[in-house]
């Protein structure tokens, strides 16, 4: 059964700071995703990862993909306000022609302070 | 382009009762799955259904159940509804794995039991 571990779970940072969340699992698979959500809201795609290595950035996020080490992080640089919100990695653990079946870790929550 | 939207935001049932939720695919988007999201955690993958038939299924009961009509529309039924079942209900779209397999959330259903 494929697990997903998100961490940390809850993250206060200062604004202007860096920082890592780390997204492990525990089988097999070169399908990785990362969604923001804002409380009381769905799910906003921020990242697709579909290789060993692969790397995304998009403003000051950046997701990379280790599938030998089932390891994703999703890097944060000089954080801003704007930024708070939950984050969610999901993994493709099963995938077929008809689309994903995504597990999703536990989310991390992520709160910027001024 | 329209997005995935469901219906209705917000209910509350009583234990025992039975619910029907609706999910509109993103268009172009055959493949629609369920998440049950619970207040706090990661979403978790109920079922897919893909072509009108279900393709895939989570560790769900059977009191769950879904359909999928040729317009690639959707619904989610669930009978006996159980106080944990209070959660927010998620369709999400996709286009055949093929591409990316990224999924389209919607904003949700959000379910109370009492």
């Known amino acids: 059964e494929l697990k997903v571990e998100q961490n940390p779970l809850f993250l206060s940072m200062q604004e202007g700071k860096n920082y890592t969340i780390y997204c492990n699992y525990s089988?097999?698979?070169?399908?990785l995703y990362w969604y923001r959500q804002d409380p009381g809201k769905s799910l906003e795609s921020l990242f697709v990862?579909?290789?060993?290595?692969a790397v995304k950035q998009e403003g000051r996020l950046m997701a990379s993909l280790d599938t030998k080490a089932r390891l994703s992080t999703l890097h944060i640089t000089a954080a801003v306000h704007d930024l708070s919100a939950t984050y969610f990695c999901?993994?493709?653990?099963?995938?077929?022609?008809?689309?994903?079946?995504?597990?999703f870790g536990g989310g991390t929550r992520l709160m910027v302070k001024p | 382009e329209t997005g995935v939207t469901q219906s209705p935001t917000h209910l509350i049932k009583t234990r025992g009762q039975q619910v029907t939720l609706r999910c509109s695919s993103q268009?172009?988007?055959?493949?629609v799955s369920w998440y049950q999201q619970a207040l706090g955690q990661g979403p978790q993958f109920i079922f897919q259904y893909y072509r009108e038939e279900e393709n895939g299924r989570g560790n769900f009961p059977p009191r769950f159940s879904g359909l999928q009509f040729p317009n690639y529309s959707s619904e989610l039924n669930v009978n006996a509804l159980e106080l944990d079942d209070s959660a927010l209900y998620l369709c999400a779209s996709s286009l055949p794995s093929g591409i990316t397999g990224e999924l389209f959330f919607g904003e949700g259903s959000r379910l109370t039991v009492l």
């Open positions: 999901a993994v493709a653990g099963k995938y077929n022609n008809a689309g994903n079946m995504l597990t």
């Open positions: 089988t097999t698979s070169d399908r």
């Open positions: 990862l579909l290789s060993n290595g």
């Open positions: 268009s172009g988007h055959n493949t």
